[in-house]
Each structure stands twice: as structure tokens, then as C-alpha cells.
């Protein structure tokens, strides 16, 4: 089976053009003529490009193949027919990215018709914040379809853009002001790092074409025809990987991620579940060639993966912000891709971003509704027991926490199991930090569940709090159903009974494997037979929930206590282990005063040798403007003087 070119092209086409369609009518007749429908644009453009990236994904299935479908040339070269061309690249990896951004996408929108509603009236900027999410989506799905490196970046780019307009929706608040500008200029350093790797491809290789890239660095070979020396291979990959890091929210670059919360939930989910916090994820998958060339290069992915992971999860424990919480779980989680990717399961990280997906944004959606159910309030020590006022709410929550803590059978059992088994494989110390991380990430988990659902009712004074409305509620149904059944989207029966089921070459993991070949090729081979792991995982995160229910159900005394007993640690977690006053006092600090000196020398030094060149002629104009008082008389005796010093000059020479 091929796929169909003109199919593709007018699919690719309308991914694109259909939520930017929609951003471009709500920013028009928004205001003026749809006002509280100007969800609807928005939302018909999503649901098209939804049913277009099925269509696309419809054109993968059954084919090995790659296809590259070009637009149009955009830009010369300078080379004899050289053009950066608008084109995409359309193979499994692409089909599976495109479904789950667009569909978690939609779903989101919907769900922000109600919640952007205050008692039935659209908030300020209702509007702005429709036009917002189309062209966030417009900005992902041109990076997802990018078939060089160019459109990748604009794509890139335009999507940090759409995030600092939406983490700073509320920008009349200070707090959300400020954390949509540490979010964007936390990017602008990994961005860097990524422009510049992007700049030394074309440097090496004279095109940014991928499958051009992509077939010299496979020939080990540069455009001059000269060998691709391994340092060159790893440093563009390190630059690339800067972009990754900041992206996508791993150490050191993680900091933006929690303070995007100021944004509106849905932009929460938006952000953490489907679409920009993994594009660092699908890029190092996407340019698997270039990252395989170097073991250095893939080790410091998997151990910067597996650290993210363990640190994030660390801090979880003790946040008593939802959203916090599942900000800090969400950086952990990514760390799990990375760690996949750097141990060669490229497969596996790319299949927990797709059951992520779902889980992350049914909680992050879950927790706006109670948000929206408290007035605004997020804190858990202000609210609980809320089982009972928000029972659909509570079922959802906790199906998408059980898919999280990796609770046996759920989606993301399947996911970080895989990731877990191969990074037990390559390393003991990373598949053991992956452990941990899971019985870490099970309790925080729960303990967000207990605390905000179980227990003695309570709401903040004032709020009369209520279920959410069926705009929002059937979101988080569907994305429950995800959260239940996307992880056997990889899972194939085998021989063996119940424990069967777990073995490497799944379906998705086949459907991926002709777009994740690089990864395959450098991988050792892990077999089946990995059921004490897979036991093991499950027994852990049944261990964590328990532990949770211990803690904040049973003696619910015992987390103060613990508290006491290890301040240092405690402390050290709660306040996130210190390292936004590390960044104050070592960078901000620094790039501040460093600020004033050069405003000073700008506004004294230099503005005084400007102001000692002008002085003569300045003088001179006070000397003279004595002259021109405007009399008459004055100019006619000055004159008059003038020309008899002329002629006694003329006489006496």
C-alpha cells in the first residue's frame, strides 16, 4: 500500500489552515458580531483538523514509507534552484502526533467554553483566548508536519510565542505577568542553544532538508563530501537538545513550567498534556540519526531524563497547589520520555507521550473543575472531602490518577513499564531511578486524590460550590476512556496467559518502528521475559497509594510529624530545592546589576564625552547669540562695523 500524495498535500494543508482559519474569524468578528460564540469558529476548525489527521494516519497505516509532500518554494537559496521549501514530512511518527495533539486539542477547547464563563457570561478577553488556542494549535501542527528544519523552528518559535500569550492571559495580575515573561525568556536560553544547531546543520550539510540531513549524516559525510567527525555529529546534537531541554522542561531549565499555572486551566492542559512541553520529545525522536551517532550524546539525555524525573517527583510531595502538583508530575513524567529516548527505546517514550496525553490532560481538566467549583481556589488545604459535591469530577480524577501512578492495566502501566524495562537493560542506575520514581509519583498522586476528595467536607467560605456543566464534564469522560484504554495500543496478546501480554512489539511500537529505525539500529535487543519487572512496577505503585491512604487517611497526623522529624528534607522539597533563589542570587541578580552598570556608563560616560565634543561649538553659540537680539539698529551698526574693518583691511593691505 503507498500513500497518496494529493490526499496528504490537502490534508497537510488544511491541519494547518482550519484552526488558523478559525483564530483569523474570532479575531475579526470576535468582539464585534460572535462575542460569547466565538468558541465555535475555533472549535469547528480543531474538529477538522482532527478528522484530516485521521484521514493522514488512515494514509500510514500499512506502509513503511516516508512522504515528503511539497507545498511551494519559499525562499532562495542562492545555489543553482536552491529553495527552503514549505514541505512536509508525513510517515507513523508524524500520523501519531498529529491524532494526539489535534484530538487532546479539541477536547481542551470544549471544555474552555464553560470554564471561561463566569455564571453564564464570558470572561474578559473571551475572545483573545479562543484566537490564542487556535493559533496554538495552527503552531503545533506546522511543527509536528515540518519537513525541514526551517518550518521546524518557525513552528517551534511561534509555539513558545502562543504560550506566553496564554500563560499571561491574565496579565492585568502580576504573578501572571510575570511568570508568562520567566517562561518565554527561560526559553529564549535553550532556544539559543537550539538556532544555533540549527545554523551549524546548514553550515555542514548546505540544506536543512531532513532527509537530506538525515542520508549524509547516515553516509557519515558533509556536503563538501568530507567526513562527519563525531564531534560534529555531538555538538549539533547537544544544540538541539538545548532547544529540548527548555521545551520541554528538564534540568536545569525546568523552572518556567510550574509558574505557567497562572495561566487558565485548559491552557494548563493545553501546554502540559499533548502539545508544547513535548515537542522537545518529538524533535529528539524525529532526529533520532543525528542523536544515535554518539553514545556521549544519549547517555546525557537518558541521565539528565532520569534525573528530571526523580528530582520532580521529589518536589511533588510536598506542593499543596493541584495544579502545582501535577506541573511538578508533568516535568517528572517528560522526564520518563527522555529517559526512554537516551536508552534507545524511542518507541517507548513516544508511546507514553501518547498515553500521557490523555491521563495529564484529564487531570489538569480535573483539577479546573474543582477550581472552578471553589471560586478560584486550588490550595488542598482549603478545600476536601469533595467526593460527594463533585462525583463526576472524582470518578475521572481518579481514573486519570491510577493511569498516572502506573496502576496495573491503565494506560500508563504500559508506558513507563516499557521505558523502565529497557532502561533496566542499558543501566541498572537508571532503570532503578525509574523505580523509585514510580512509588514516588503513585504516592503524590493519591496523596493530591485524598486530600482534595476524601476526608471531612470542606469548602472556602463563601463559594457555594457545584458539578461542572456538560461542556465540561464530557471532556473528561472521553479523555477517561483514554486514560483507561490507550495503553493497549501497544499491547498484543502473546502466548503465555496474563503475563503475555507484555512483550516488546506491540502494535503502536510496530506501526513507529520504520520512523524510529536509528534508535532500533543501536539498540540491544530486550527480549520478553520481563515479568518480575513488570510485577514488581505494579506491586510499587500499588505501594504508593497505599502509602498515600496511610498518610492522609488513616493518620493523617503523621505527614506534620514526618515534617518535624526532617525538616531539612521537607524543606528542601517544599521550596523546590531552593533553585529559583539559586537562579535569583546567580543570574538574575547578576543580569540586573550588570543592567544598571551598563545604563550607567551608557547614561554618564558616554553621554559625557558626548556632551565634551559638543562643548566648543556650544560655547560658541553662547558667545555669539549675544548678537541676535532682534534690534534693528544693532544689526545696522554691526554691518556698519563690519564693512569699515573691510575697507581699512583692503586700504592698509
Same mark, same amino acid.
Given at each position: 500500500?503507498?500513500?497518496?500524495?494529493?490526499?496528504?498535500?490537502?490534508?497537510?494543508?488544511?491541519?494547518?489552515?482550519?484552526?488558523?482559519?478559525?483564530?483569523?474569524? #474570532?479575531?475579526?468578528?470576535?468582539?464585534?458580531?460572535?462575542?460569547?460564540?466565538?468558541?465555535?469558529?475555533?472549535?469547528?476548525?480543531?474538529?477538522?483538523?482532527?478528522?484530516?489527521?485521521?484521514?493522514?494516519?488512515?494514509?500510514?497505516?500499512?506502509?513503511?514509507?516516508?512522504?515528503?509532500?511539497?507545498?511551494?518554494?519559499?525562499?532562495?537559496?542562492?545555489?543553482?534552484?536552491?529553495?527552503?521549501?514549505?514541505?512536509?514530512?508525513?510517515?507513523?511518527?508524524?500520523?501519531? *502526533?498529529?491524532?494526539?495533539?489535534?484530538?487532546?486539542?479539541?477536547? #481542551?477547547?470544549?471544555?474552555?467554553?464553560?470554564?471561561?464563563?463566569?455564571?453564564?457570561?464570558?470572561?474578559?478577553?473571551?475572545?483573545?483566548?479562543?484566537?490564542?488556542?487556535?493559533?496554538?494549535?495552527?503552531?503545533?501542527?506546522?511543527?509536528?508536519?515540518?519537513?525541514?528544519?526551517?518550518?521546524?523552528?518557525?513552528?517551534?518559535?511561534?509555539?513558545?510565542?502562543?504560550?506566553?500569550?496564554?500563560?499571561?492571559?491574565?496579565?492585568?495580575?502580576?504573578?501572571?505577568?510575570?511568570?508568562?515573561?520567566?517562561?518565554?525568556?527561560?526559553?529564549?536560553?535553550?532556544?539559543?542553544?537550539?538556532?544555533?544547531?540549527?545554523?551549524?546543520?546548514?553550515?555542514?550539510?548546505?540544506?536543512?532538508?531532513?532527509?537530506?540531513?538525515?542520508?549524509?549524516?547516515?553516509?557519515?559525510?558533509?556536503?563538501?563530501?568530507?567526513?562527519?567527525?563525531?564531534?560534529?555529529?555531538?555538538?549539533?546534537?547537544?544544540?538541539?537538545?538545548?532547544?529540548?531541554?527548555?521545551?520541554?522542561?528538564?534540568?536545569?531549565?525546568?523552572?518556567?513550567?510550574?509558574?505557567?499555572?497562572?495561566?487558565?486551566?485548559?491552557?494548563?492542559?493545553?501546554?502540559?498534556?499533548?502539545?508544547?512541553?513535548?515537542?522537545?520529545?518529538?524533535?529528539?525522536?524525529?532526529?533520532?540519526?543525528?542523536?544515535?551517532?554518539?553514545?556521549?550524546?544519549?547517555?546525557?539525555?537518558?541521565?539528565?531524563?532520569?534525573?528530571?524525573?526523580?528530582?520532580?517527583?521529589?518536589?511533588?510531595?510536598?506542593?499543596?497547589?493541584?495544579?502545582?502538583?501535577?506541573?511538578?508530575?508533568?516535568?517528572?513524567?517528560?522526564?520518563?520520555?527522555?529517559?526512554?529516548?537516551?536508552?534507545?527505546?524511542?518507541?517507548?517514550?513516544?508511546?507514553?507521550?501518547?498515553?500521557?496525553?490523555?491521563?495529564?490532560?484529564?487531570?489538569?481538566?480535573?483539577?479546573?473543575?474543582?477550581?472552578?467549583?471553589?471560586?478560584?481556589?486550588?490550595?488542598?488545604?482549603?478545600?476536601?472531602?469533595?467526593?460527594?459535591?463533585?462525583?463526576?469530577?472524582?470518578?475521572?480524577?481518579?481514573?486519570?490518577?491510577?493511569?498516572?501512578?502506573?496502576?496495573?492495566?491503565?494506560?500508563?502501566?504500559?508506558?513507563?513499564?516499557?521505558?523502565?524495562?529497557?532502561?533496566?537493560?542499558?543501566?541498572?542506575?537508571?532503570?532503578? *531511578?525509574?523505580?523509585?520514581?514510580?512509588?514516588?509519583?503513585?504516592?503524590?498522586?493519591?496523596?493530591?486524590?485524598? $486530600?482534595?476528595?476524601?476526608?471531612?467536607?470542606?469548602?472556602?467560605?463563601?463559594?457555594?460550590?457545584?458539578?461542572?456543566?456538560?461542556?465540561?464534564?464530557?471532556?473528561?469522560?472521553?479523555?477517561?476512556?483514554?486514560?483507561?484504554?490507550?495503553?493497549?495500543?501497544?499491547?498484543?496478546?502473546?502466548?503465555?496467559?496474563?503475563?503475555?501480554?507484555?512483550?516488546?512489539?506491540?502494535?503502536?511500537?510496530?506501526?513507529?518502528?520504520?520512523?524510529?529505525?536509528?534508535?532500533?539500529?543501536?539498540?540491544?535487543?530486550?527480549?520478553?521475559?520481563?515479568?518480575?519487572?513488570?510485577?514488581?512496577?505494579?506491586?510499587?505503585?500499588?505501594?504508593?497509594?497505599?502509602?498515600?491512604?496511610?498518610?492522609?487517611?488513616?493518620?493523617?497526623?503523621?505527614?506534620? $510529624?514526618?515534617?518535624?522529624?526532617?525538616?531539612?528534607?521537607?524543606?528542601?522539597?517544599?521550596?523546590?530545592?531552593?533553585?529559583?533563589?539559586?537562579?535569583?542570587?546567580? #543570574?538574575?541578580?547578576?543580569?540586573?546589576?550588570?543592567?544598571?552598570?551598563?545604563?550607567?556608563?551608557?547614561?554618564?560616560?558616554?553621554?559625557?564625552?558626548?556632551?565634551?565634543?559638543?562643548? #566648543?561649538?556650544?560655547?560658541?553659540?553662547?558667545?555669539?547669540?549675544?548678537?541676535?537680539?532682534?534690534?534693528?539698529?544693532?544689526?545696522?551698526?554691526? *554691518?556698519?562695523?563690519?564693512?569699515?574693518?573691510?575697507?581699512?583691511?583692503?586700504?592698509?593691505?
Amino acid at each position: 500500500m503507498t500513500m497518496d500524495i494529493a490526499t496528504l498535500k490537502t490534508c497537510g494543508i488544511l491541519i494547518l489552515l482550519l484552526p488558523l482559519a478559525g483564530t483569523l474569524i #474570532v479575531g475579526a468578528l470576535g468582539r464585534p458580531v460572535l462575542r460569547g460564540r466565538s468558541h465555535w469558529p475555533v472549535i469547528l476548525g480543531v474538529a477538522g483538523a482532527v478528522l484530516c489527521s485521521f484521514i493522514v494516519f488512515g494514509q500510514a497505516l500499512g506502509t513503511s514509507k516516508q512522504a515528503v509532500v511539497d507545498v511551494y518554494d519559499w525562499i532562495a537559496t542562492g545555489d543553482a534552484g536552491g529553495w527552503f521549501r514549505i514541505n512536509f514530512l508525513i510517515d507513523p511518527l508524524t500520523c501519531i *502526533m498529529l491524532v494526539t495533539v489535534t484530538s487532546v486539542s479539541l477536547l #481542551v477547547i470544549i471544555y474552555s467554553r464553560d470554564y471561561m464563563r463566569d455564571h453564564g457570561h464570558p470572561e474578559r478577553g473571551y475572545e483573545r483566548f479562543f484566537a490564542y488556542l487556535g493559533l496554538f494549535v495552527f503552531s503545533m501542527c506546522a511543527l509536528v508536519l515540518a519537513g525541514n528544519f526551517l518550518l521546524l523552528y518557525l513552528g517551534w518559535e511561534a509555539v513558545g510565542l502562543c504560550s506566553y500569550l496564554l500563560i499571561g492571559f491574565y496579565y492585568g495580575r502580576p504573578s501572571a505577568a510575570a511568570a508568562a515573561k520567566k517562561a518565554f525568556l527561560v526559553n529564549r536560553i535553550g532556544d539559543f542553544g537550539f538556532g544555533l544547531g540549527i545554523l551549524l546543520i546548514y553550515l555542514t550539510f548546505n540544506t536543512l532538508d531532513y532527509q537530506a540531513v538525515f542520508k549524509m549524516v547516515e553516509h557519515g559525510r558533509t556536503a563538501s563530501g568530507a567526513a562527519l567527525t563525531e564531534g560534529r555529529s555531538a555538538a549539533i546534537a547537544l544544540l538541539l537538545f538545548c532547544g529540548a531541554v527548555g521545551k520541554s522542561a528538564q534540568l536545569p531549565l525546568h523552572v518556567w513550567l510550574p509558574d505557567a499555572m497562572e495561566g487558565p486551566s485548559p491552557v494548563s492542559a493545553l501546554i502540559h498534556a499533548a502539545t508544547m512541553v513535548t515537542a522537545g520529545v518529538y524533535m529528539v525522536a524525529r532526529c533520532g540519526v543525528i542523536f544515535t551517532q554518539s553514545a556521549t550524546v544519549m547517555a546525557v539525555v537518558a541521565a539528565v531524563g532520569a534525573l528530571t524525573a526523580l528530582y520532580a517527583a521529589l518536589i511533588a510531595l510536598t506542593q499543596h497547589d493541584m495544579k502545582r502538583v501535577l506541573a511538578y508530575s508533568t516535568i517528572s513524567q517528560l522526564g520518563y520520555m527522555f529517559l526512554g529516548l537516551g536508552v534507545y527505546a524511542a518507541g517507548s517514550a513516544i508511546f507514553h507521550l501518547f498515553t500521557h496525553a490523555f491521563f495529564k490532560a484529564l487531570l489538569f481538566l480535573g483539577a479546573g473543575s474543582v477550581m472552578h467549583a471553589m471560586g478560584g481556589v486550588i490550595d488542598m488545604r482549603q478545600f476536601g472531602g469533595l467526593r460527594r459535591i463533585l462525583p463526576w469530577t472524582y470518578r475521572t480524577f481518579v481514573i486519570g490518577s491510577l493511569a498516572l501512578a502506573g496502576f496495573p492495566l491503565l494506560s500508563g502501566f504500559w508506558s513507563k513499564d516499557e521505558i523502565i524495562h529497557h532502561a533496566m537493560a542499558q543501566s541498572p542506575l537508571l532503570g532503578g *531511578m525509574g523505580l523509585l520514581t514510580a512509588v514516588l509519583t503513585a504516592f503524590y498522586t493519591f496523596r493530591m486524590v485524598y $486530600r482534595a476528595f476524601h476526608g471531612a467536607e470542606r469548602v472556602p467560605q463563601g463559594v457555594h460550590a457545584h458539578e461542572s456543566g456538560k461542556w465540561m464534564l464530557v471532556p473528561l469522560c472521553i479523555l477517561a476512556v483514554g486514560a483507561l484504554g490507550a495503553g493497549y495500543a501497544n499491547v498484543t496478546p502473546h502466548a503465555g496467559g496474563f503475563l503475555g501480554f507484555l512483550e516488546p512489539g506491540g502494535a503502536l511500537g510496530g506501526f513507529l518502528a520504520p520512523a524510529l529505525k536509528p534508535f532500533a539500529a543501536h539498540a540491544e535487543h530486550v527480549g520478553g521475559g520481563g515479568h518480575v519487572l513488570m510485577v514488581l512496577s505494579g506491586l510499587l505503585a500499588i505501594a504508593g497509594i497505599a502509602g498515600a491512604w496511610w498518610f492522609h487517611v488513616k493518620r493523617r497526623d503523621w505527614p506534620a $510529624r514526618v515534617a518535624e522529624a526532617a525538616p531539612t528534607a521537607y524543606n528542601l522539597s517544599y521550596n523546590k530545592f531552593y533553585m529559583d533563589e539559586i537562579y535569583d542570587v546567580g #543570574v538574575v541578580r547578576p543580569l540586573k546589576s550588570g543592567g544598571k552598570l551598563a545604563f550607567g556608563i551608557d547614561d554618564y560616560f558616554i553621554d559625557g564625552l558626548i556632551w565634551l565634543v559638543t562643548i #566648543v561649538p556650544r560655547l560658541l553659540g553662547f558667545a555669539l547669540r549675544g548678537l541676535q537680539g532682534g534690534s534693528l539698529q544693532g544689526y545696522a551698526a554691526t *554691518m556698519g562695523a563690519g564693512l569699515l574693518i573691510i575697507l581699512l583691511l583692503v586700504l592698509l593691505l
